[in-house]
């Protein structure tokens, strides 16, 4: 149990243009979701805390505007990189936590496997 | 806020040895302590996490240990072996607020 996808694994794209990110969480609702990002060699970087039917917190210094973030569902959430450029090339990773007292009680958080972005 | 420290950055081992990776945490009410494997290309996988409430807990050849009063804990992996080389992320967080990370440890399990 507690699997959580993404989708697509690794993504391509040209300066300028926009890259959407899924996550899901296969097998429990996933009440809130976290988007990180990070870099070779270092830790995990939270870039925001999204909970489903509401606006996402924001890490202070990550742009809401460029990093759109959508949790319209117990399962799915999205992060949209807008007008990417090469700067924003990085691993980024969604993780899911469920309801209190169900999958994920706690603070479990599942992770995704990932996302590879190169912006060229 | 909480602050995690982590340690060592690099650790190398014969296959079948004991490793053993220790983290530090600064807020006394963090109660929740996960430890996640981090393969190559790889999302961080739960491996263990243990809970303010007990002071050790073990799950096949992995453990975990908590002193609540120094503020660490502890990962040990007994009778190490190849595939347990991954980078390995401690964490901490009081009650529902974020995961605060360590800086991650690069097990090398050679055979």
């Known amino acids: 149990g507690a699997v959580v996808s993404q989708h697509p694994s690794r993504v391509i794209c040209k300066s300028g243009t926009s890259v959407k990110i899924e996550c899901r969480s296969l097998?429990?609702?996933?009440?809130?979701m976290f988007w990180y990002r990070q870099f070779p060699k270092q830790s995990l970087m939270l870039m925001a805390t999204?909970?489903?039917?509401?606006?996402?917190?924001?890490e202070q210094g990550v742009e809401k505007d460029k990093f759109l973030i959508n949790h319209a569902s117990l399962t799915l959430s999205t992060l949209t990189v807008t007008s990417a450029h090469p700067e924003d090339s990085s691993f980024y990773i969604c993780s899911a936590r469920g309801d209190r007292g169900g999958a994920g009680s706690y603070n479990e958080q599942f992770f995704g496997p990932g996302t590879r972005l190169t912006v060229l | 806020g909480e602050n995690v420290e982590q340690h060592p950055s690099t650790l190398s081992v014969q296959e079948g040895d004991s490793a053993v990776i220790k983290c530090t945490y600064s807020d006394s009410a963090s109660n929740y302590f996960p430890w996640y494997k981090q393969e190559l290309g790889k999302g961080p996988q739960l491996i263990i996490d243990i809970r303010s409430n007990v002071g050790e807990k073990k799950d096949q050849r992995i453990a975990v240990t908590l002193n609540k009063t120094a503020k660490h804990f502890s990962l040990h992996i007994t009778e190490t072996q190849p595939e347990d080389s991954a980078v390995y992320f401690c964490?901490?967080?009081?009650?529902?607020?974020?995961?605060?990370f360590g800086k991650g440890t690069m097990l090398l399990v050679s055979p």
């Open positions: 097998d429990f609702q996933a009440t809130t």
């Open positions: 964490a901490a967080s009081r009650g529902y607020s974020t995961l605060t």
């Open positions: 999204s909970n489903e039917g509401s606006k996402a917190t924001y």
